[in-house]
Protein backbone atom coordinates (compact mmCIF):
# COMPACT_ATOMS: atom_id res chain seq x y z
CA UNK A 1 0.00 0.00 0.00
CA UNK A 2 1.73 3.32 -0.80
CA UNK A 3 -0.97 5.41 1.27
CA UNK A 4 0.38 8.82 0.74
CA UNK A 5 0.56 9.97 -2.87
CA UNK A 6 1.78 13.58 -2.13
CA UNK A 7 3.93 15.75 0.08
CA UNK A 8 4.77 18.97 -1.05
CA UNK A 9 7.88 21.43 0.65
CA UNK A 10 5.00 23.91 1.44
CA UNK A 11 7.29 27.26 1.50
CA UNK A 12 10.22 25.78 -0.61
CA UNK A 13 13.23 26.08 1.71
CA UNK A 14 12.84 23.03 3.56
CA UNK A 15 11.02 24.05 6.85
CA UNK A 16 7.87 22.17 6.64
CA UNK A 17 6.88 19.09 4.81
CA UNK A 18 2.90 18.90 3.81
CA UNK A 19 1.60 15.28 3.11
CA UNK A 20 -1.55 15.53 1.21
CA UNK A 21 -4.28 12.39 2.79
CA UNK A 22 -7.55 13.54 1.20
CA UNK A 23 -10.62 11.99 1.11
CA UNK A 24 -13.77 14.39 -0.06
CA UNK A 25 -14.55 17.72 -1.04
CA UNK A 26 -12.30 19.75 1.10
CA UNK A 27 -9.37 18.05 -0.68
CA UNK A 28 -10.22 20.62 -3.81
CA UNK A 29 -9.39 23.45 -1.18
CA UNK A 30 -6.01 21.80 -0.11
CA UNK A 31 -4.83 21.15 -3.72
CA UNK A 32 -5.88 24.66 -4.47
CA UNK A 33 -3.40 25.71 -1.64
CA UNK A 34 -0.56 23.26 -2.94
CA UNK A 35 -0.41 24.95 -6.10
CA UNK A 36 3.22 25.80 -7.48
CA UNK A 37 4.73 24.19 -4.55
CA UNK A 38 7.30 21.63 -5.15
CA UNK A 39 6.52 17.57 -4.26
CA UNK A 40 9.43 16.24 -2.42
CA UNK A 41 10.40 12.19 -1.55
CA UNK A 42 9.78 12.86 2.09
CA UNK A 43 12.09 10.21 3.55
CA UNK A 44 15.13 11.10 1.28
CA UNK A 45 14.28 15.03 2.23
CA UNK A 46 13.99 13.78 6.03
CA UNK A 47 17.55 11.91 6.19
CA UNK A 48 19.54 15.22 4.57
CA UNK A 49 17.94 18.38 6.12
CA UNK A 50 15.67 18.27 9.35
CA UNK A 51 12.31 19.66 8.91
CA UNK A 52 8.89 19.79 10.59
CA UNK A 53 5.51 17.14 9.26
CA UNK A 54 2.35 17.51 8.91
CA UNK A 55 -0.31 15.73 7.78
CA UNK A 56 -3.48 17.49 6.56
CA UNK A 57 -6.66 15.27 6.17
CA UNK A 58 -9.02 16.68 4.55
CA UNK A 59 -12.79 15.45 3.80
CA UNK A 60 -15.32 13.40 5.08
CA UNK A 61 -13.75 10.10 7.07
CA UNK A 62 -16.17 7.01 7.15
CA UNK A 63 -15.51 4.76 9.96
CA UNK A 64 -15.12 1.84 6.98
CA UNK A 65 -11.41 4.51 6.37
CA UNK A 66 -10.82 4.74 10.08
CA UNK A 67 -8.20 2.39 9.62
CA UNK A 68 -6.57 3.76 6.52
CA UNK A 69 -6.40 7.00 7.46
CA UNK A 70 -5.17 5.33 10.87
CA UNK A 71 -2.73 3.70 8.83
CA UNK A 72 -1.52 6.21 6.48
CA UNK A 73 -0.38 8.40 9.15
CA UNK A 74 1.66 5.77 10.94
CA UNK A 75 3.10 4.68 7.59
CA UNK A 76 4.44 8.17 6.84
CA UNK A 77 5.83 8.27 10.55
CA UNK A 78 7.52 5.33 9.89
CA UNK A 79 8.98 6.12 6.35
CA UNK A 80 9.94 9.46 7.74
CA UNK A 81 11.12 8.39 11.54
CA UNK A 82 8.96 11.49 13.02
CA UNK A 83 5.89 11.96 14.21
CA UNK A 84 3.66 13.68 11.67
CA UNK A 85 1.54 16.74 13.20
CA UNK A 86 -2.02 15.80 11.94
CA UNK A 87 -4.32 19.03 10.79
CA UNK A 88 -8.36 18.38 10.36
CA UNK A 89 -8.96 20.44 7.34
CA UNK A 90 -12.76 21.31 7.34
CA UNK A 91 -15.73 20.40 9.25
CA UNK A 92 -15.92 16.70 8.16
CA UNK A 93 -12.12 15.85 9.76
CA UNK A 94 -12.75 18.24 12.71
CA UNK A 95 -16.24 16.92 13.91
CA UNK A 96 -18.46 14.76 11.53
CA UNK A 97 -19.37 18.21 10.22
CA UNK A 98 -22.89 18.13 8.21
CA UNK A 99 -22.59 13.95 9.04
CA UNK A 100 -22.02 14.06 12.93
CA UNK A 101 -24.95 12.14 13.33
CA UNK A 102 -25.02 9.33 10.67
CA UNK A 103 -24.03 5.91 11.98
CA UNK A 104 -21.20 5.58 9.18
CA UNK A 105 -19.26 8.63 9.61
CA UNK A 106 -16.49 9.31 12.17
CA UNK A 107 -17.23 12.21 14.74
CA UNK A 108 -13.97 13.61 13.50
CA UNK A 109 -10.04 12.39 13.13
CA UNK A 110 -9.57 13.08 16.90
CA UNK A 111 -11.22 10.06 17.94
CA UNK A 112 -8.05 7.78 16.24
CA UNK A 113 -5.45 10.63 16.14
CA UNK A 114 -4.03 13.39 18.13
CA UNK A 115 -4.96 16.63 16.15
CA UNK A 116 -2.57 19.34 16.26
CA UNK A 117 -4.73 21.79 14.62
CA UNK A 118 -8.54 21.96 13.68
CA UNK A 119 -9.42 24.22 10.47
CA UNK A 120 -13.29 25.08 10.74
CA UNK A 121 -15.37 25.75 7.08
CA UNK A 122 -16.92 23.92 4.96
CA UNK A 123 -14.66 23.76 3.16
CA UNK A 124 -12.30 26.33 4.59
CA UNK A 125 -10.63 28.96 2.45
CA UNK A 126 -6.64 27.82 1.44
CA UNK A 127 -5.98 30.61 3.32
CA UNK A 128 -7.05 29.58 6.27
CA UNK A 129 -4.77 26.43 5.76
CA UNK A 130 -1.62 29.34 5.52
CA UNK A 131 -2.82 30.30 9.04
CA UNK A 132 -2.97 27.08 10.42
CA UNK A 133 0.29 25.69 9.05
CA UNK A 134 2.43 29.14 9.99
CA UNK A 135 0.73 28.48 13.48
CA UNK A 136 2.37 25.19 13.69
CA UNK A 137 5.77 26.21 12.62
CA UNK A 138 6.30 29.42 12.88
CA UNK A 139 4.87 32.41 10.46
CA UNK A 140 6.87 32.23 7.13
CA UNK A 141 9.72 34.55 6.42
CA UNK B 1 -12.16 34.59 -1.89
CA UNK B 2 -13.21 34.68 1.42
CA UNK B 3 -14.62 38.07 1.29
CA UNK B 4 -17.39 38.95 3.65
CA UNK B 5 -18.85 34.91 4.01
CA UNK B 6 -15.53 34.41 6.66
CA UNK B 7 -17.64 34.33 9.55
CA UNK B 8 -21.31 35.01 11.44
CA UNK B 9 -21.70 37.35 14.13
CA UNK B 10 -24.57 37.91 17.09
CA UNK B 11 -25.30 41.47 17.64
CA UNK B 12 -27.41 41.01 20.96
CA UNK B 13 -29.61 43.98 20.95
CA UNK B 14 -31.52 42.66 18.18
CA UNK B 15 -31.49 39.03 19.76
CA UNK B 16 -34.78 37.89 20.75
CA UNK B 17 -33.72 34.31 21.83
CA UNK B 18 -36.28 33.24 19.41
CA UNK B 19 -34.27 29.91 18.59
CA UNK B 20 -35.59 29.99 15.08
CA UNK B 21 -31.94 30.23 13.93
CA UNK B 22 -30.94 26.82 16.31
CA UNK B 23 -34.09 25.22 14.79
CA UNK B 24 -32.82 25.77 11.36
CA UNK B 25 -29.57 25.54 11.12
CA UNK B 26 -29.14 22.22 8.91
CA UNK B 27 -26.19 21.01 10.97
CA UNK B 28 -27.19 21.46 14.76
CA UNK B 29 -23.91 23.80 15.32
CA UNK B 30 -26.11 27.01 17.22
CA UNK B 31 -27.27 26.26 20.41
CA UNK B 32 -29.03 29.50 22.38
CA UNK B 33 -29.59 29.60 26.45
CA UNK B 34 -32.13 31.84 27.83
CA UNK B 35 -34.22 32.77 30.48
CA UNK B 36 -37.60 34.75 31.06
CA UNK B 37 -37.81 38.19 33.32
CA UNK B 38 -41.05 40.17 33.61
CA UNK B 39 -41.11 43.31 31.88
CA UNK B 40 -40.10 46.34 34.02
CA UNK B 41 -42.80 48.84 33.35
CA UNK B 42 -45.77 45.99 33.93
CA UNK B 43 -44.57 45.33 37.99
CA UNK B 44 -48.23 46.30 39.40
CA UNK B 45 -50.33 43.91 36.56
CA UNK B 46 -52.36 41.48 37.42
CA UNK B 47 -50.38 39.14 34.79
CA UNK B 48 -46.74 40.33 33.96
CA UNK B 49 -45.93 40.18 30.77
CA UNK B 50 -42.24 38.08 30.26
CA UNK B 51 -39.30 39.03 27.59
CA UNK B 52 -36.64 36.69 27.24
CA UNK B 53 -33.09 37.65 28.28
CA UNK B 54 -30.22 36.10 26.23
CA UNK B 55 -27.98 34.10 28.58
CA UNK B 56 -25.19 32.46 26.18
CA UNK B 57 -25.50 31.93 22.02
CA UNK B 58 -22.22 29.61 20.86
CA UNK B 59 -22.04 28.78 17.20
CA UNK B 60 -19.35 25.42 16.72
CA UNK B 61 -17.35 26.29 14.27
CA UNK B 62 -16.02 22.80 13.75
CA UNK B 63 -19.36 21.56 12.51
CA UNK B 64 -21.21 24.96 10.61
CA UNK B 65 -21.29 24.60 7.08
CA UNK B 66 -21.07 28.50 6.24
CA UNK B 67 -24.76 28.41 4.76
CA UNK B 68 -26.43 30.90 5.57
CA UNK B 69 -29.47 29.75 6.52
CA UNK B 70 -29.70 31.02 10.22
CA UNK B 71 -28.85 34.69 9.06
CA UNK B 72 -31.72 34.28 6.38
CA UNK B 73 -34.16 32.85 9.00
CA UNK B 74 -33.50 35.43 11.36
CA UNK B 75 -36.23 37.52 11.80
CA UNK B 76 -34.80 40.35 13.89
CA UNK B 77 -31.11 40.86 11.49
CA UNK B 78 -29.60 40.04 14.63
CA UNK B 79 -26.65 37.28 12.86
CA UNK B 80 -24.58 38.93 10.05
CA UNK B 81 -21.68 37.93 7.83
CA UNK B 82 -18.70 38.93 9.29
CA UNK B 83 -15.17 39.20 7.40
CA UNK B 84 -12.21 37.28 8.37
CA UNK B 85 -12.45 33.14 8.19
CA UNK B 86 -12.42 31.82 11.89
CA UNK B 87 -8.69 30.99 12.48
CA UNK B 88 -7.75 27.29 13.76
CA UNK B 89 -7.91 25.94 16.83
CA UNK B 90 -5.88 23.46 18.96
CA UNK B 91 -9.09 22.10 20.07
CA UNK B 92 -12.93 21.48 18.97
CA UNK B 93 -13.89 23.26 22.28
CA UNK B 94 -11.98 26.12 21.20
CA UNK B 95 -13.79 26.44 18.00
CA UNK B 96 -17.22 26.61 20.37
CA UNK B 97 -17.83 30.08 20.10
CA UNK B 98 -19.38 32.31 22.64
CA UNK B 99 -21.10 34.79 23.12
CA UNK B 100 -18.49 37.62 23.36
CA UNK B 101 -16.71 36.13 20.73
CA UNK B 102 -19.81 36.03 18.13
CA UNK B 103 -19.73 40.09 18.84
CA UNK B 104 -19.05 42.75 16.61
CA UNK B 105 -16.41 44.68 17.61
CA UNK B 106 -16.56 47.35 19.66
CA UNK B 107 -15.59 51.01 17.93
Known amino acids: ?141 | MTGTHGSIRLVEDRCTSCMICARECPVWCITVESHTEPDADQAGARRPRLHNVLDDFTIDWSVCMYCGICIDECPFDALEWAEGHVPAGPTPIALVHHRQELAPPTG
Do not use: K, N
Request: net charge negative; proline share 11%.
Open chain 1, 1 to 141: MAPVTRVYDWYGDGRLLVADLGLACCTLEFEAATLGRPEVDPAVHLASSPAALAVVVSGTVPDALVPVVHQAVAALGRETGCTPAVVAYGACASSGGPYWDSYAVADGISQFLPVAAYVPGCPPPPGSLEDALAGLVGAPA
